[in-house]
């Protein structure tokens, strides 16, 4: 008697699982038509796309003045920092600096997330530079955000190599 309880027992449990099982196999999901008009992207695709998108919208909030709109592109960790030197002296968004052009120049894989590397033209009174800075935009949870924003070494600031010893005579 008791094979009859453990088979009607592992036949009631293969039952309810069925539902389960079939659903992971792709069999009576009804989200067919969701994933045939969203194809999915890869991972390092939409990490670029992302990581363009949010370094964009902060550049733009940079020429536009616009604080809570570059506020808001920042990870939270950022926020007090952001809050405290943005419109100050040197601050991305000081009253005394206008940003007539900015632009995305390359996007690739770094240690800490996705760096993006900007060129960003700086107007203070009659003089302009150009200023090279690299954002790294990471995955905060489910979203992504700046997560730090520094400036980019240009390449002619890279040492000479040094020259061989000379032999004493």
């Known amino acids: 008697m ?3 309880h453990r088979r ?15 659903v992971g196999c792709g069999i009576g999901g009804g989200d ?15 990490a670029a796309t992302r990581s363009r998108e ?6 733009d909030a940079m020429t536009a003045k616009d604080v809570a709109a570059g506020r808001s592109q920042l990870c939270a960790l950022l926020h007090d920092g952001f809050d405290l030197g943005a419109t100050g002296p040197n601050g991305d968004f000081a009253d005394h600096f206008q940003v007539p052009e900015a632009a ?5 894989s770094g240690p800490l997330g996705q760096e993006v590397s900007v060129s960003v033209s700086v107007t203070a009174g009659k ?6 800075l690299v954002f790294t935009v990471t995955r905060d949870g489910s979203d992504w955000c700046i997560a730090g924003e520094a400036p980019a070494a240009p390449a002619d600031d890279v040492p ?5 010893p000379t032999p004493a005579s």
């Not at 995305?104 to 690739?108: G, L, N, S, V, Y």
């Open 2 to 4: 008791r094979s009859t």
């Open 8 to 22: 009607l027992a592992a036949t009631a449990a293969g039952l309810m699982l069925l539902p389960v099982a079939l």
């Open 32 to 46: 067919e038509d969701e994933s045939a008009a969203k194809p999915a992207r890869a991972p390092a695709e939409e």
């Open 54 to 59: 949010r370094v964009q919208a902060y550049l």
């Open 104 to 108: 995305i120049t390359d996007i690739r």
């Open 127 to 132: 003089r302009t530079v150009v200023r090279p």
């Open 160 to 164: 000479p190599p040094k020259a061989p």
